[in-house]
Every structure is written in structure tokens, then in C-alpha cells.
């Protein structure tokens, strides 16, 4: 089994920033190959995609509303992924949760469903004040 557990939420202003970490513990003690993403929850609305990021970190993908805002990205020595949000926007407020999928095949159809993914993290809350 692996553990997810998100942190760095908290309440920004509109245009700043923050940084949210996901650190994995468990089965990973021997191995930490996993595709990686970021979804997050709006009240209200469904769970979506936010961004994924390869095993290796070579390759990564956003979803149109975030992208040239966010960046994604891994150390795999440290078992962590972070997700860095700039220029931030009230549309952004969310819980925002971390998930491992054992499939480390990295295509559309295989990162963004929520299916796809094994684990997931309990979830970290974003809040963006205009």
C-alpha cells in the first residue's frame, strides 16, 4: 500500500503564490515508479485534472486553465512531488490532491481520468481571495 499526504495549502491572495508537496511513504520504501498528478475539487463541482509528470520527470502535463501558471515536478530520492501555483485566481480555489497511478505509460488517456489512478492523498485546501 502507499501513503499520500499533501501539504502547503493555505489562503492567498489573487496573483500570488504557493507551492503544494505530496510525500509518499509505504510500498515506495522499494520502489517509487509511479505516473504522478495533481486533481483538485471546486464546491460543487466535480474533481478534475490539474496536472502529471512521468516517473522520470522527463515529461508533464496540464490542463488548459493552469498551464503557463503551474509547474509540476518530482524528486524521486525524496519521494516527493510538488506542484508550484503562481499568478493564482480566485477560480482556483479547490482541494487539491495528489495521485500515484502503477502505470507508467504517459498518455492522455492514461493520465487524466481519475480511474487510471491507484492512491490517492486526503487532500490539501486552496484558497485564493480576490
Known amino acids: 500500500q502507499v501513503q499520500l499526504v499533501e501539504s502547503g495549502g493555505g489562503l492567498v491572495q489573487a496573483g500570488g503564490s504557493l507551492r503544494l508537496s505530496c510525500a509518499a511513504s509505504?510500498?515506495?520504501?522499494?520502489?517509487?515508479?509511479?505516473?504522478m498528478a495533481w486533481f483538485r475539487q471546486a464546491p460543487g463541482k466535480e474533481r478534475e485534472f490539474v496536472a502529471a509528470?512521468?516517473?522520470?520527470?522527463?515529461?508533464?502535463n496540464y490542463a488548459d486553465s493552469v498551464k503557463g501558471r503551474f509547474t509540476i515536478s518530482r524528486d524521486n530520492a525524496e519521494k516527493t512531488v510538488y506542484l508550484q501555483m503562481n499568478s493564482l485566481k480566485p477560480e482556483d480555489t479547490a482541494v487539491y490532491y495528489c495521485?500515484?497511478?502503477?502505470?507508467?505509460?504517459?498518455?492522455?488517456?492514461?493520465?487524466?481520468?481519475?480511474?487510471?489512478?491507484?492512491?490517492w492523498g486526503q487532500g490539501t485546501q486552496v484558497t485564493v481571495s480576490s
Open positions: 495521485a500515484a497511478n502503477e502505470n507508467l505509460i504517459f498518455t492522455l488517456a492514461q493520465i487524466r481520468p481519475q480511474a487510471e489512478y491507484d492512491y
Open positions: 509505504g510500498r515506495t520504501q522499494t520502489r517509487y515508479r509511479y505516473t
Open positions: 509528470i512521468s516517473w522520470g520527470g522527463s515529461s508533464t
